[in-house]
């Protein structure tokens, strides 16, 4: 069956349930601040664990990356079938939206079947994010190739995601680059978007990783890239022998305080996701400590930068 076949069977489903769940969702995040939370940082939480820890600590939003620990939603029992129905009533129920699914599908690739088995990843997020009513599917430039010329990868990169664009298109949903891997400063990441030149591509800015990898201030990340900024991943962290230690928000060297000024004050209206890497970094705080100070810090920051509920 093609994408749009597919689509087009998944469609029934979601038109069902889009309206009044889209609408009540709203209603509730009306009394929350726009924050959310990755589930990369909640591996080992099932699907209720996380709609009621989402709920409980007053999170208005949850990044689908993983259910415990499996990153392949597209196949997860919550998100097929029947059960795809009941989750979304779920959400519906607690006033939470998924604000986006995360892909780990790649454009960097040059062998052909590694790069037609990343694109068809890409397709399977894209048809599960019509199917839920999720507006963004995240995906990653990621590797520049050793002894390739990096216009070169580029050009392959903008290639996938053009592909990847008018997939999405028709199924309403934007694919998002995130500043991520060799990818993390503007002039590459804008060399990208232009190079796309679709209305359904855009920017996850990893806030982190332009100021620790990429060597930007805040400011100058957001001057250039911010009328891109669809969705943000914001944490914290502290050098740590050659590399950095994931640290709780507001107590290592990355300004997210001042990211989330410059976001605020500039006129993003997205989510403020927490991106804690649980699933990767295993070593780093629990998720039942991290989550509920994240949501705590974020209301002082978010409030002195004019955010409200």
């Known amino acids: 069956m093609s994408a749009i076949s597919r689509r087009e069977a998944l469609g029934t489903l979601a038109a069902s349930l889009a309206a009044p769940a889209l609408l009540r969702a709203a209603k ?27 709920d409980r600590m007053g999170y208005a939003g949850i990044e689908l990356r993983g259910i415990q620990g499996d990153m392949d939603l597209p196949k997860r029992p919550e998100l097929t079938g029947d059960a795809l129905k009941q989750t979304r009533r779920d959400l519906e129920a607690r006033g939470l939206v998924v604000t986006d699914l995360g892909a780990s599908a790649h454009m960097h690739e040059k062998d052909a079947a590694l790069r037609a088995a990343q694109l068809d990843d890409g397709r399977r997020f894209i048809d599960l994010a019509h199917a839920m009513g999720v507006p963004y599917v995240r995906m990653f430039g990621d590797k520049l190739a050793p002894g390739e010329p990096k216009e070169e990868v580029i050009k392959r990169i903008v290639d996938g995601f053009q592909q990847m664009a008018a997939a999405a298109k028709p199924a309403g949903v934007t694919v998002l680059i995130e500043s991520h891997g060799d990818f993390t400063n503007s002039p590459d990441l804008q060399a990208i978007i232009d190079g796309v030149g679709s209305p359904a591509f855009a920017l996850l800015w990893d806030a982190h990783h332009t100021f620790v990898a990429g060597g930007e201030a805040p400011a100058d990340t957001y001057k250039r890239l911010g009328r891109y900024m669809r969705h943000t991943h914001l944490k914290d962290s502290k050098p740590e022998g050659n590399d950095h230690r994931y640290v709780l928000t507001g107590t290592g060297v990355v300004p997210v305080k001042e990211q989330v000024r410059v976001l605020a004050t500039g006129g993003y209206k997205g989510f403020y996701c927490y991106e804690w890497e649980k699933k990767w970094h295993p070593e780093i705080e629990e998720p039942e400590v991290a989550f509920p100070h994240y949501a705590n810090v974020m209301k002082d920051y978010l409030a002195q930068a004019g955010v409200k509920v």
């Open 28 to 54: 509730g995040r009306g009394r929350r601040l726009p924050i959310a939370f990755s589930t990369l940082g909640c591996p080992g939480w099932t699907w209720p664990t996380v709609l009621d820890q989402a």
